[in-house]
Nanobody, 111 residues
Framework: QVQVVESGGGMVQPGGSLRLSCAAS????????IHWFRQAPGKQREWVAD???????TYGESVEGRFAISRNNANATVYLQMNSLKPEDTAVYYC?????WGQGTQVTVSS
């Protein structure tokens, strides 16, 4: 059974940074792309970034240049480094891989 668990969310001031983690189990991690999504209150879930099994990263327009996705196949974890955070980045961030969603981690950007 595939499980993905996000962590690392919290509250940060505008301009600050956070690093989210997504740990996976029950799957051959290196064979899968991993995706980050986010959902703000009252809005639809939005794709943020993904990283292929070949380590190719792509980003949504709203986070390009500020966020960086990476993966560590040895510990079956993907990271989302978020820099220059803005209030509009406030959302629950979700990890998605192998057809499975995590429970999400809250990110709040506020002064």
């Amino acid at each position: 059974q595939v499980q993905v668990v996000e962590s690392g969310g919290g509250m940060v001031q505008p301009g600050g940074s956070l690093r989210l983690s997504c740990a996976a189990s029950g799957v051959i991690f290196r064979n899968h792309a991993i995706h980050w999504f986010r959902q703000a209150p009252g809005k639809q879930r939005e794709w943020v970034a993904d990283i292929s099994m070949h380590n190719r990263a792509t980003y949504g327009e709203s986070v390009e240049g500020r966020f960086a996705i990476s993966r560590n196949n040895a510990n079956a974890t993907v990271y989302l480094q978020m820099n220059s955070l803005k209030p509009e980045d406030t959302a629950v961030y979700y990890c998605f891989m192998a057809g499975t969603w995590g429970q999400g981690t809250q990110v709040t950007v506020s002064s």
